[in-house]
């Protein structure tokens, strides 16, 4: 019996659960140029580090160490990769540091001062990026994980007291070792959960294509990731702005990925493209009104040619008078996607007519018909109808990806009820430039001890 309830329940879930109607598959190949970019990021913010002053006294010396700033930064050995079942991890060995820092010594009535440049070597970064979904619907950094060590530190000292301080060397390396070991995970994890999530709110979830629909592009479950690929289920979803709460019932092929040749693929079901065209067919967008130059010259003369035998009867003032064609679509139209290549049904009614000047119009056919027929009424809808379809529908078509990403070399293939893209990625702009445009206002101190999580840890 309880095995029963059990498989019944996850029946239940499993009717429940909401296909998506488009996913998007982000592959191993795709992290070297992120890394690339990532890197060039977290150097600029690592070079931000403030270390707190360092005071002290060895005997009869006193010393004050300020002013500490990074001067450069060599992440040399790097590597990022996936880790199930939701993580982005980078691992950084082997690293340096340069720093430059005031140095004061007083000894009884004697005093030195100046600045020196030290470096910090054997750098070790180890972090995780945790990946859900938010309350909204969208990819977030919700957890990062962070293990830092400097192991070891040198400083070249001169002036008077050259002595005296090699002689506190020690004291004093090891002290700016701690610190500096104490401030690099505060960093990174305000890079992560607030720069980098402001990238992520560039990301469009439920967005306006234009003045009638809207499409919502919410995650419908966490990105799962395995050693290879990071995998996104998207809802893909059109809906009419004036019918916010309006949905369409996917009942399409749920669209798969499998390929990992190519740094990205996105996959497009059936619905998506259903969900557009009932979107405009509800917004009453999917209607045409063409009179006479409007009408395309090769239209005007099949039109002309197919009801020559109608106009031939007309009196001569009507016979070359202008053309009006009305084309209205009925019903929502449907999309099928087949590995020989995409259609689309629609019905719609077409009413054709002549317009003497000053002379009610003469009608010469008012008709319902279907897609696909054969021609010339097929050819007609296509010249009519389709551009106009084309139009409303592939201008939503946008791809749920962050600000300054594109697609390049894109590559179309058609399967049994969805589509795929694949695609290699460009970064328009520099991951500097977008976050720095939407960083949020009054952010915390990175540097705030406050700030970090209990997965934080300093070696």
């Known amino acids: 019996m309880a095995l029963f309830g059990a498989l019944f329940l996850a029946l239940l879930a499993g009717a429940q659960a909401e296909l998506p109607g488009c ?17 060039r990021f977290l150097e600029q913010e690592l070079e ?6 360092l005071r002290g006294r060895e005997g009869h010396f006193y010393y004050n160490i300020s002013e500490v700033k990074v001067t450069e930064l060599q992440l040399t050995s790097s590597e990022l990769h996936f880790q199930p079942e939701q993580e982005l991890m980078l691992q950084i060995n082997n690293g340096s540091l340069g720093l430059r820092f005031r ?42 994980s962070c293990q830092a060590s400097v192991s070891r530190m040198h400083a070249a000292f001169g002036g008077t007291f050259k002595k005296v301080y090699e002689f506190l060397s020690t004291f004093i390396t090891s002290g ?6 104490q401030q690099i995970c505060p960093v990174l994890y305000h890079a992560g959960t607030v720069l980098l999530n402001s990238l992520l709110d560039t990301v469009p979830v439920r967005s306006a294509v234009d003045e009638l629909v809207g499409i919502d592009y919410s995650l419908v479950k966490d990105p799962v990731a395995s050693a290879s690929s990071l995998d996104m289920e998207f809802r893909g979803a059109f809906f009419p702005l004036a019918e916010g ?49 409007k009408v395309p010259h090769d239209l005007d003369m099949l039109l002309r040619a197919t009801y020559f035998g109608n106009i031939i009867l007309l009196s001569p003032a009507v016979i070359d008078s202008p053309l009006k064609l009305e084309l209205r679509v009925t019903a929502p139209p449907r999309c099928t996607i087949k590995p020989s290549g995409t259609t689309i049904s629609v019905t719609a009614s077409v009413t054709i007519a002549l317009v003497p000047p000053d002379q009610p119009e003469v009608k010469l056919s008012s008709m319902t018909m279907l897609i696909p027929l054969q021609t010339p009424l097929k050819t007609m809808l ?32 058609n399967h049994a009820g969805f589509l795929t893209i694949g695609a290699d990625l460009h970064f328009a702009k520099g991951l500097r430039e977008v976050i720095e445009k939407n960083r949020p206002a009054n952010t915390r101190d990175p540097r705030a001890p406050s700030a970090l999580p209990p997965s934080m840890a300093a070696v």
């Not at 700016?176 to 070991?181: A, C, G, I, K």
């Not at 740094?263 to 405009?280: C, T």
């Not at 109808?385 to 078509?397: C, F, S």
């Open 23 to 39: 996913k998007i598959r982000i592959t191993s190949k795709a992290l070297e140029l992120v890394k690339q970019e990532g890197l």
């Open 48 to 53: 931000t580090i403030t270390i707190p002053d």
């Open 103 to 144: 140095r004061q010594l007083l000894y009884w009535f004697f005093y030195d001062g100046g600045y020196i440049n030290t470096s910090a070597e054997g750098v070790s970064i180890h972090t995780a990026l945790q990946l859900s979904r938010d309350p909204t619907g969208r990819i977030k950094v919700s957890n990062v």
């Open 176 to 181: 700016m070792r701690f610190l500096l070991n």
């Open 245 to 293: 709460n309006w949905s369409l019932h996917n009942r399409a092929v749920e669209p798969q990925l499998s390929e990992v040749e190519r740094m990205v693929y996105v996959a497009f079901s059936e619905f998506f493209f259903d969900s557009a065209m009932e979107s405009y067919f509800q917004a009453g967008a999917l209607k045409l009104s063409l009179v006479g130059a």
């Open 382 to 413: 296509q010249i009519g109808v389709m551009p106009m379809l084309n139009e409303r529908t592939w201008r939503g078509v946008q791809i749920p990806l962050p600000e300054g990403i594109d697609f390049v070399r894109e590559v179309v293939t």
